[in-house]
């Protein structure tokens, strides 16, 4: 049990504050305890499991093939081990477990650890969570994918929320006031529902503020016909909210002491107009531009998805949905990794921050996907190096940003490891070299080749590919999407995804997309006695990471440049110089004078696909026109609330705009763009998706009178 409501600032979370007594971890805010004191996992077996007849329930297939559990207070995650062993136990015919908790006031990692000695049998399974579990107080959303056998497919895609229940539901929701109809909408091809609740939290008395109308309004929304809802107490406000938004309720035996609990499964909404959920105190924060009108019901993609380009982001979106049972196609004018993905050398690199800001929430949980995915994928040994990525601070700005950040996660020894402030005059230990300013070091990144990395991503049963063919022409045709080279049909598929740079403005469909080219070059240089010590990556104004062996000859890559205004494909002297220079800005250590590119394939030239607010542009592709007349009035009234959803192309989508954070974007990308198509929760909230929405530039336009 967790507590999910309290008194900081939205978006802001702090450490679970508990007391240890006999054993038993209590809640000094609430003063209740986390689990039954008797036997809490069989309280747990017996509530939640047994309460939402979970492992009968598995043994149906789905259309979706998954199953989605909510959890209304993480706590020390008993309930998830808990399910978590059920689940690879049971005789189960759906593929995916998808298990969702939120939680206000997180547990450390050595608080977890010693909840979890109670528990022998879940030893196993607690160990790896404990090994994925996110520093505290890490604020946002966090996707995590288990499997309890390591590089194998995820069977648990873990999605913990730190917020207190009612932010955390609006966070997660797809639900929008004031619209319209009944339309159905969501952010991609269906709106995903929950199965299954387990309302935890603690006791109404203790802990009142949770259970209010509001929350039972944001369940009912987040529920389908046949949710079930599975809870230990019966206090009388939990039952009437439960029935006042929907709910049909029955009271059964208890654990142990406890006489009654409480089970209740959702109505359909049309038997009973007096438990139709009403609409909830207080307004959606989901605008409605970014939600589209969608099938009722979901049904199973039996044909190909077509996945256009074969850089970083085609590959990892090829990768997600090949791991949800999905045949995919990927199409390529060239081959692999052959546009800006092609560098020798690359780091898992975000720009992180103390701020509270959205492109701060983006690039941290990019980096913590990112690290952990390349891990558990093992990419790291097979493509490249984990040797952590140092972040130089080498501006009184950047000094102040990342201390700060450090600053944030000093209480929490998980974090400290994962993220460690460095003076200078400390750097040598772990970087290899003595650096001429301090920084932020993240210890479980690392550097990766990315053509390599994209060759393991495709090496999957469900993934075909068809290389030297250039796309030049996508249209809709009895609900089939079809590409073209000229005239010639190449393939045809339910779903269309363009993932292929700035060459997507080539498509009458995303011909308006803000996509510009930046020029980036790389240097190789030959392995050198002053470059001997390098250990981990270094990133300051450029980058540099520890050798890597490339046609026999042991080499480093240096770089990149960022040219706006060049767009020669062609090798450059001046962008060679450029980057050897900014060795000097490093280390002392370097001597730009003796340090050249190597004589054989001295370096690379790549265009990057940037956009004008550096978020990537991912989610389903606009039909710009109609967009515009929908939302004009808000050339008028920036604030207006129009009651329609955008209007988008049948099942097309996009994932483009990473800039030079294609291997930190492209895993987290590639997960909300498969959460879009097969109709599940997606791993960051739904205001931050509105930042990387493909309509949001017109949205802009429209509000700043550009239209």
């Known amino acids: 049990m967790a507590n999910n409501k309290g008194h900081k600032e939205q978006g802001a979370t702090c450490i679970g504050e508990i007391a240890w007594r006999d054993g038993q971890p209590v809640s000094t805010?609430?003063?209740?305890v986390y689990f039954s004191k008797s036997d809490g996992l069989a309280e747990s077996r017996h509530v939640y499991l047994n309460g939402n007849n979970l492992p009968e329930r598995w043994a149906r297939k789905n259309d979706k093939n998954t199953f989605t559990i909510f959890e209304t207070g993480f706590g020390t995650g008993l309930n998830f081990l808990m399910t978590w062993q059920a689940w690879n136990t049971s005789s189960k015919k759906i593929a995916t477990l998808n298990y969702l908790a939120v939680d206000l006031y997180p547990l450390t990692l050595n608080q977890l650890a010693q909840a979890h000695l109670r528990w022998p049998e879940l030893a196993e399974l607690s160990s790896i969570l404990l090994k994925h579990y996110p520093p505290q107080p890490w604020q946002g959303f966090h996707r995590i994918l288990l499997s309890a056998d390591c590089g194998k497919t995820p069977d648990i895609v873990l999605t913990l929320i730190f917020a207190d229940a009612l932010k955390g539901l609006d966070k997660l929701g797809q639900h929008a006031e004031n619209l319209r109809g009944n339309t159905h909408l969501a952010f991609g091809e269906y709106t995903p529902?929950?199965?299954?609740?387990?309302?935890?939290?603690?006791?109404?008395a203790k802990n009142p503020d949770m259970w209010t109308d509001r929350l039972f309004a944001l369940i009912a929304k987040n529920s389908a016909t046949n949710t079930t809802a599975a809870t230990f107490t019966v206090a009388g406000n939990v039952r009437r909210g439960l029935v006042k938004f929907g709910f049909k309720c029955k009271k059964q035996s208890g654990f142990g002491k406890k006489r009654e609990m409480l089970c209740a499964k959702f109505l359909q909404h049309s038997e009973s107009e007096k438990n139709k959920p009403k609409t909830p105190t207080g307004k959606s924060k989901v605008p409605s531009w970014i939600l589209k009108s969608t099938s009722p019901t979901p049904k199973r993609i039996e044909s190909t998805i077509l996945v256009v380009g074969a850089g970083l982001a085609g590959c990892h979106t090829a990768h997600a949905l090949a791991e949800r049972n999905h045949k995919v196609l990927l199409i390529d004018r060239s081959g692999i990794a052959a546009g800006a993905s092609g560098n020798?050398?690359?780091?898992?690199?975000?720009?992180?921050?103390?701020?509270?800001?959205?492109l701060t929430?983006?690039?941290l949980a990019a980096q913590m996907f990112a690290d952990q995915f390349y891990e558990n994928q093992q990419l790291y040994k097979k493509c490249g190096q984990q040797c952590g990525v140092f972040h130089l601070a080498n501006s009184e700005r950047a000094h102040k940003n990342y201390q700060a950040f450090v600053q944030t996660f000093a209480e929490d020894s998980v974090a400290q490891n994962y993220a460690q402030w460095l003076d200078a005059s400390d750097t040598l230990t772990v970087t290899g070299l003595k650096l001429?300013?301090?920084?932020?070091?993240?210890?479980?990144?690392?550097?990766?080749?990315?053509?390599?990395?994209?060759?393991?991503l495709l090496h999957h049963p469900n993934i075909s590919t068809q290389f030297n063919c250039n796309v030049t022409k996508i249209d809709f045709d009895n609900d089939q999407w079809r590409v073209f080279k000229n005239d010639d049909l190449l393939a045809s598929g339910h779903i269309c995804i363009i993932c292929n740079a700035h060459e997507a403005r080539e498509f009458e469909q995303t011909s308006e997309l803000p996509l510009k080219k930046i020029r980036g070059q790389v240097t190789h240089i030959t392995h050198s006695e002053e470059?001997?010590?390098?250990?981990?990556?270094?990133?300051?104004?450029?980058?540099?990471?520890?050798p890597i062996s490339a046609n026999n000859v042991l080499q480093h890559c240096i770089g990149a440049t960022f040219d706006l205004n060049n767009p020669s494909p062609e090798l450059s002297l001046k962008s060679h110089q450029e980057n050897i220079n900014a060795l000097a800005g490093v280390s002392s250590q370097f001597d730009t004078k003796k340090t050249v590119p190597i004589n054989e394939n001295p370096g690379k030239v790549g265009f990057r696909c940037a956009t004008p607010d550096y978020f990537p542009i991912v989610g389903p592709v606009p039909q710009q026109m109609q967009i515009k007349e929908d939302f004009t009035f808000l050339s008028k009234k920036a604030n207006a609330i129009i009651d329609s959803p955008g209007t988008y192309y049948p099942q097309l989508y996009c994932n483009l705009g990473?800039?030079?954070?294609g291997l930190a974007y492209a895993p987290l990308c590639a997960q909300i763009l498969a959460d879009l198509i097969t109709g599940e929760h997606l791993p960051i909230s739904n205001s931050l998706f509105s930042y990387l929405h493909p309509a949001r530039f017109t949205i802009r336009d429209l509000i700043r009178n550009k239209i």
């Open 29 to 32: 805010v609430f003063d209740d």
């Open 193 to 204: 529902n929950i199965d299954a609740w387990y309302l935890d939290g603690f006791a109404p």
């Open 361 to 363: 929430e983006l690039n």
């Open 436 to 456: 001429n300013y301090g920084g932020l070091f993240l210890r479980r990144s690392g550097w990766l080749n990315p053509k390599r990395v994209c060759e393991q």
């Open 344 to 358: 020798l050398q690359g780091a898992v690199y975000t720009r992180l921050s103390a701020s509270n800001d959205v």
């Open 531 to 546: 470059l001997a010590g390098i250990k981990s990556v270094i990133c300051g104004e450029g980058y540099i990471a520890p």
């Open 658 to 661: 990473y800039g030079s954070r």
